[in-house]
Structure formats: structure tokens, C-alpha cells
């Protein structure tokens, strides 16, 4: 598991060979929307919570998602995780349903992937 922040950007490379590694295609990815921060390369996102939970990040403020290295355009992010359901913040998906929520966490992946 890595965590990758502005001075850790990772390169897309890189990312293709962890999911070539991980699952295949894909790589899981959880994203500190307070802090600008992601952890990826884990086999479960709870994983990747945790790790940044202990670093100091607030529940709330973390969004699973899966990253796809090898799809070009929008669709390379994918928003889905078990630790997306909050009821009681309103997200009732695995996903998340916020939109504003969704153009942030695109944004930081996108300052933090090197493309």
C-alpha cells in the first residue's frame, strides 16, 4: 500500500503495473478529500481507510473508488466501495452521490496520477 500526496505523485505507469499485479485491471484507491491525499494498492479498501484514518484523516472526508490505468477519458475512475455507505451523511450507495463530491475526488486523483 502506498500513500500519495502532492510531493509522492505517482506516475500512470506505475499504476498500470499495480493493477497488473493487484487485480488485473483495476486498483483500489481510497481519497482524503480534506487533506488532498489517496491511498492506493491495497486488496480492500477498508484497508486503505484505516491507513489514513491513522494518519489523521476524518471519516468523512474518505471516498472509495477504483481507478482503471488501462481506460482512457472519464470512465478510468470508478465510484464504488463498501465504505461509501453513510445513511446518515446522506450517501446511501456504494457510490457517491454528491456531485460536487465526485468533480473533487476526480480532481485530486487527477493532480495526483500523472497521466
Same mark, same amino acid.
Given at each position: 500500500? !502506498? /500513500?500519495? *500526496? ?5 506516475? +500512470?505507469?506505475? #499504476?498500470? $503495473?499495480?493493477?497488473? +499485479?493487484?487485480?488485473? !485491471?483495476?486498483?483500489?484507491a481510497v481519497v482524503d478529500?480534506? &487533506? ?8 480492500? @479498501? ?5 491507513? =489514513? +484514518?491513522?494518519?489523521?484523516?476524518? &471519516?468523512?472526508? =474518505? %471516498?472509495? /473508488?477504483? #481507478? ?7 470512465? %478510468? ?5 463498501m465504505i461509501n455507505l453513510?445513511?446518515? @451523511? *446522506? *450517501?446511501?450507495?456504494?457510490? $457517491? ?5 465526485? !468533480?473533487? /475526488?476526480?480532481?485530486?486523483? *487527477?493532480? #495526483? /496520477?500523472?497521466?
Amino acid at each position: 500500500m !502506498q /500513500i500519495i *500526496n502532492t510531493g509522492s505523485k505517482m506516475s +500512470l505507469a506505475s #499504476l498500470k $503495473v499495480m493493477s497488473e +499485479l493487484m487485480f488485473g !485491471q483495476l486498483v483500489k484507491a481510497v481519497v482524503d478529500v480534506e &487533506q488532498e491525499v489517496m491511498a492506493v494498492d491495497a486488496e480492500l @479498501h477498508a484497508d486503505e481507510e484505516a491507513a =489514513l +484514518l491513522a494518519q489523521g484523516s476524518k &471519516q468523512e472526508s =474518505l %471516498w472509495g /473508488i477504483n #481507478l482503471y490505468p488501462s481506460i482512457d477519458g472519464e470512465d %478510468w475512475i470508478e465510484f464504488d466501495s463498501m465504505i461509501n455507505l453513510r445513511p446518515a @451523511h *446522506n *450517501n446511501r450507495s456504494r457510490g $457517491v452521490e454528491d456531485a460536487a463530491t465526485r !468533480q473533487k /475526488i476526480i480532481a485530486i486523483v *487527477n493532480k #495526483l /496520477i500523472e497521466r
